[in-house]
């Protein structure tokens, strides 16, 4: 019975130690490595290199010559290729075997802490695989319009390895990326160069995203051709995406640094206010005049727009006052009339004309009816006293 739970106990330790020993070898690349889907690693003999080994949905890395294909090409496999057991791959006795490590300076585009927004991030320090596909944040300065206005511009590009023994063994200074950055900015550059700042704008709404057809496609899968991976690009994608391939006897990225170009997004742009080249600034000034002239404008027509509707009620209420007015004087000329005629119908017209007259007078000695004058009296003032006669000389008495 002890016997029996001994070796129980043995066959459950002994492997799940043995388990967890290859684990913790493989994390420090120590006699086994492991090697991350997405990736491509370069197992080291000494100084030299031995295979590459990749994980890549869909596609296979040569282990002699480091190119990449997809799974349904025609290329050949070659027998003896790497396998992994759980995803453990052997590397071989340390310290002559390892990964090949090296410096990576990039640009990340990672969240900001606590906020839907996106920052690029500097990186540095040793990395030891090779992303198959990875975005990269590019800063390009002083980028010129065709007015002349200085750009400081975010672009972020998506890279495709297409041959790592070349992105890692012949461009090791400055780096395959500081390639690829460098290409880029020129050709940003020229392309902002030939497009006013109203044509900048407008990119951010043209360049959304990845270039049809290059992300890696499920198995079975036919190749896009050209005319399907040009269907839907922005003339900004279709600038970078000349970088890939040979242009006018120039060889492209494709075959000097081992990397494609799949995705190219321009995220937004800035007018560099900080320059001092003479050119520059008059433009700037010349741009800013421009802009305050428009902004200027704009609110002259927002304050004709908010005049319109009082000019329009003013009208309104003249012609209502002018209306009234003229109906009213209509209304006091047909009452005229109407007395007129019932005054002259009357027997006694003459005498009411005459009492009419006296009582809207105020103050007149004389009243005019037709062609007789008479004298009247005003309410408000005493009536004359009679004059007395003259005494006359007493005549009684003696002479």
């Known amino acids: 019975m002890n016997d029996t739970f001994f070796l129980v106990g043995n066959a459950i330790v002994w492997p799940t130690a043995a388990a967890l020993a290859t ?17 491509i690693v370069v197992m080291m003999v000494g100084d030299g290199v031995w295979r590459y080994v990749g994980r890549i949905d869909g596609h296979w890395v040569h282990p002699e010559t480091g ?10 496999k070659p027998k003896c290729m790497p396998r992994s057991i759980f995803g453990i791959y052997l590397l071989g006795p340390w310290p002559y075997f390892g990964k090949y490590r090296y410096e990576h300076p990039r640009n990340k585009y990672v969240k900001k802490s606590g906020v839907t927004d996106y920052e690029f991030v ?9 992303y198959f596909q990875a975005s990269y944040g590019i800063v390009i300065h002083g980028a010129e319009t065709s007015e002349k206005l200085p750009l400081t511009l975010h672009i972020l590009i998506t890279t495709q390895t297409t041959d790592a023994a070349t992105s890692l063994f012949k461009n090791m200074s400055p780096g395959w990326l500081a390639r690829v950055t460098a290409a880029v900015q020129a050709a940003v550059r020229d392309f902002v160069g030939n497009r006013t700042l109203d044509d900048i704008t407008r990119l951010e709404a043209e360049s959304s995203g990845s270039l049809p ?16 991976k040009n269907a839907h690009k922005s003339a900004f994608q279709r600038a970078i995406d000349l970088l890939n391939d040979r242009n006018n006897g120039n060889p492209g990225l494709d075959e000097t640094v081992g ?11 800035s007018i560099d206010t900080t320059s001092s080249d003479p050119a520059q600034k008059a433009s700037l000034a010349a741009y800013f005049a421009q802009q305050e002239a428009a902004k200027k404008l ?13 000019a329009a009620k003013t009208r309104i209420d003249a012609d ?46 004389t009243l005019i009816i037709g062609a007789s004058v008479m004298p009247t009296i005003s309410a408000d003032e005493p009536p004359e006293k009679p004059k007395e006669a ?3 000389p007493k005549t009684g008495g003696k002479q």
Do not use: C, W
């Open 23 to 39: 684990y913790e070898l493989a994390k420090a690349s120590i006699l086994v490595t492991t090697i991350h889907q997405g990736t």
């Open 67 to 76: 190119k990449i294909y997809r799974n349904d090409d025609s290329e050949p």
């Open 122 to 130: 500097p990186r540095e320090g040793e990395v030891d695989s090779l």
């Open 213 to 228: 057809g290059e992300s890696p496609a499920q198995p079975g899968q036919p190749a896009p051709s050209t005319d399907q």
């Open 259 to 269: 990397q494609r170009i799949i995705a190219v997004n321009f995220l937004s742009y």
């Open 298 to 310: 704009i609110e002259a027509k927002n304050l004709e727009e908010t005049a319109k509707p009082l």
């Open 320 to 365: 209502a006052k002018a209306y009234q007015i003229e109906k009213e004087g209509t209304a006091s000329a047909d009452a005229a009339d109407k007395m007129a005629r019932a005054v002259a119908k009357n027997p006694h017209a003459g005498n009411m004309a005459i009492a009419e007259a006296i009582r809207n007078q105020t103050g007149a000695k």
């Open 390 to 392: 003259p005494e006359k």
